[in-house]
C-alpha cells in the first residue's frame, strides 16, 4: 500500500515537471520572436542583414519616426479602428439579435436558417473574393468605406450567431415569460432580459470581431485602392513591398501594428475566459 502511494506520487512529480518543461518551451517559442522582432527594430538595416540575432548596439529610434511618417501609421490606425469599432458594434448586434430570435422562436423554418447561418462558416473569404469585387463594383461601393464594413459584418456573422444562440438557448425560459406577464414586449424583453443575461457571451464576441476585423488583410488590399482608405495591415504590407526594402522599418512597423494588439489582449483576457468559463459555446 505505501510502496504504490510512492509510486504514485513519484509518477505526479515526474508528469508535473514534465509539464513545466513543456510549458517553459511553448512560452519561449511564442515570446522568442516578439523579443526579437522588438531587438531588431532598433538596429539600423545595414546591422540586421549582418548579423540578424546580434544586439543592438544603440536604440536607433530612427526606424520607428521615419515608419511613422513615410507609412502615415497614424492615419492607418485611424482607419483600422474605424473599421474595427463599426464593423464589431453592427455584427455583435446583428448577431445577438439573430441568436434571441433562433433560440427563443421555435418556428419551422428556424433549424434551415440556423443551418444556412453555420455553413456560412465553410466559405472562405478567397472563395469569394473576385464575385465579392464585381459585385461592390458593379453597386458603386469598391473603394469606399462602406464596402470594407460590409464583408467585415458579412463573414463575421455566421460564427458569432452561433455564439449568441448556443448561449440564449441556455437561459431559461422563466425569465422571458416572467417579462411577458408583465408586459413587456418581444423588444423590451430582448433588451431588459435577455441582454444583460447574455453579457458574458457578447463579451466573447466583442473581442472575436474586433480582433478579426483589426487583423483583416484581404479585404481592405483588394476592395480599396486610395491610400487614405487603406487600414493598418495593409500599410505595413507595404514596407515589405515597392516602398520600401529597409528591414529596419519594417520590424519598427510591425512592432508598432502589433502593441495595440498585445494591449487589448492584456485587458481583455479575463473577460474572454469568462465568456467561454460561463458557456458561451453550451447547447
Known amino acids: 500500500m505505501g510502496s504504490t502511494s510512492l509510486r504514485h506520487r513519484k509518477d505526479m512529480i515526474a508528469w508535473r515537471i514534465f509539464s513545466y518543461i513543456f510549458m517553459a518551451i511553448f512560452t519561449f517559442l511564442a515570446i522568442a520572436p516578439l523579443l526579437w522582432l522588438f531587438y531588431s527594430s532598433l538596429k539600423p538595416h545595414p546591422d540586421i542583414v549582418r548579423n540578424i540575432f546580434s544586439l543592438p548596439r544603440e536604440f536607433y529610434i530612427r526606424n520607428y519616426l521615419v ?100 448561449y440564449i438557448k441556455g437561459i431559461p425560459n422563466a425569465l422571458e415569460e416572467s417579462a411577458r406577464i408583465d408586459g413587456a414586449t418581444y423588444l423590451q424583453t430582448f433588451w431588459h432580459v435577455i441582454r444583460p443575461s447574455a453579457a458574458p457571451v457578447v463579451a466573447t464576441m466583442t473581442i472575436f470581431a474586433f480582433l478579426a476585423n483589426w487583423n483583416e488583410f484581404v479585404f481592405v488590399f483588394v476592395l480599396t485602392s486610395r491610400q487614405s482608405l487603406r487600414s493598418l495591415p495593409v500599410g505595413i504590407n507595404a514596407f515589405a513591398g515597392g516602398m520600401s526594402r529597409d528591414y529596419g522599418l519594417l520590424f519598427a512597423a510591425l512592432v508598432i501594428g502589433t502593441i495595440p494588439m498585445i494591449l487589448f489582449y492584456l485587458f481583455f483576457h479575463r473577460h474572454l475566459k469568462r465568456g467561454f468559463a460561463a458557456g458561451a459555446v453550451k447547447e
Open 67 to 166: 515608419a511613422w511618417e513615410r507609412g502615415q501609421l497614424a492615419m492607418l490606425i485611424a482607419n483600422s479602428v474605424f473599421y474595427s469599432v463599426v464593423a464589431t458594434s453592427i455584427t455583435v448586434v446583428l448577431a445577438l439579435s439573430a441568436g434571441y430570435g433562433l433560440a427563443k422562436f421555435n418556428y419551422r423554418i428556424s433549424k434551415l436558417i440556423y443551418g444556412f447561418f453555420v455553413m456560412g462558416l465553410l466559405v472562405t473569404a478567397h472563395s469569394v473574393l473576385v464575385p465579392l469585387f464585381v459585385m461592390e463594383t458593379r453597386m458603386g461601393i469598391a473603394d469606399t468605406r462602406f464596402g470594407v464594413i460590409l464583408p467585415y459584418v458579412g463573414f463575421g456573422l455566421p460564427f458569432m450567431i452561433y455564439l449568441a444562440t448556443s
